[in-house]
């Protein structure tokens, strides 16, 4: 089932992803009433991280930013196949975001609107969230970006 959601995705050239598989013990989304919550989502297209590495080191700022659009849409992915249908969402509520950063890097907070940014453009109003940045040292696979989402469900 596609809706209102999966065609603004399909206006930016997107498509929703296969949910990615669980790399360790957890689910990558449960539903507890009418919210949904993501396991963290890295950036893996096709199976695999298209890159590794500290962003402000081996990774830039701009490449960063796209891997976290890649990371929401992802979790949007997640929340679908618990919730049925992304046209059920109320709102995001939250957004957390893990950087691997270089010892001098700052700019988290610009590398994860990435993420926000295609949660704002897919969902409108509803997509607007609260939200943290937070650099690391490291991350699962190497990888450069980690992002989860809380939504909340229309009711049923």
Do not use: W
Not at 60 to 71: F, K, N, S, V
């Amino acid at each position: 089932m596609s809706g209102r959601v999966e065609a603004a995705l399909a206006e930016l050239g997107l498509t929703l992803p296969d949910v990615v598989p669980p790399l360790a013990a957890y689910q990558p989304a449960v539903r507890s009433g009418v919210y949904v919550y993501t396991a963290g989502q890295l950036p893996i297209v096709d199976g695999k991280l298209p890159v590794t590495g500290k962003v402000g080191g081996e990774v830039t700022a701009e490449e960063a930013h796209g891997l976290a659009r890649i990371c929401a849409l992802n979790a949007l992915a997640a929340v679908k196949s618990v919730a049925g249908d992304l046209d059920r969402i109320a709102r995001v509520v939250k957004v957390v975001g893990f950087v691997a950063s270089a010892p001098d890097f700052t700019g988290q907070p610009g590398v994860l609107n990435g993420a926000s940014e295609l949660l704002g453009r897919v969902l409108g109003d509803k997509g607007v969230h609260a939200r943290s940045a937070v650099g690391v040292t490291v991350l699962p696979l190497d990888s450069p970006v980690e992002v989860e989402i809380q939504v909340e469900l229309a009711q049923d």
